[in-house]
């Protein structure tokens, strides 16, 4: 009967958190409008979530957060200095195509939003049988150690958590 009434908990605390904070005050019309939401909306868009999302492995999650934050840090500085770089020294961008292990369409969300968070990535295809991502990096220099790079800090993570 809970899981009927509140199809995701967790959706619904961080909803009313989102509420709250983005409306900078915790007056009982601001409670009883985000607690309304908190509510509704899970409740409503409970069809349209494909798969019942899995999560377990909250160390390596938090762990993965922040790799994500100091990679942000990172390649903001690296396309800070590709922008301001003279013209014979640009960086030259281009694709890779990155084989993907993880089928989780959960798991595959979070690796698309992770792609179009960082700086100089961008997730452009995935491929209809889920086995392959194409990528565009802004500065690559190794399309090998990209690949690998985005299996080993993201991807593999991701599989812990969501498979």
Not at 113 to 120: Q, R, T
Not at 140 to 161: C, F, G, S, V, W
Request: charged share 15%.
């Amino acid at each position: 009967m809970m899981r009927r009434l509140f199809p995701a908990p967790l959706l619904s605390l961080a909803l009313v958190a989102l509420w709250l904070l983005l409306n900078n005050s915790l007056g009982l019309g601001q409670w009883l409008m985000a607690l309304l939401l908190g509510w509704l909306v899970p409740w409503l868009t409970h069809s349209l979530r494909p798969t019942p999302v899995r999560f377990s492995h909250p160390l390596v999650a938090l762990r993965l957060f922040f790799q994500v934050g100091c990679d942000v840090i990172v390649w903001n500085w690296r396309v800070l200095l590709g922008t301001l770089a003279p013209a014979d020294k640009v960086p030259q961008g281009g694709f890779v195509v990155v084989p993907l292990d993880l089928r989780d369409p959960n798991g595959l969300a979070v690796l698309a939003a992770i792609m179009c968070v960082i700086p100089g990535t961008i997730w452009s295809e995935l491929a209809l049988d889920r086995s392959a991502l194409l990528v565009h990096m802004f500065d690559l220099e190794d399309a090998q150690a990209e690949i690998d790079l985005i299996k080993h800090r993201y991807e593999r993570p991701l599989m812990e958590i969501f498979e």
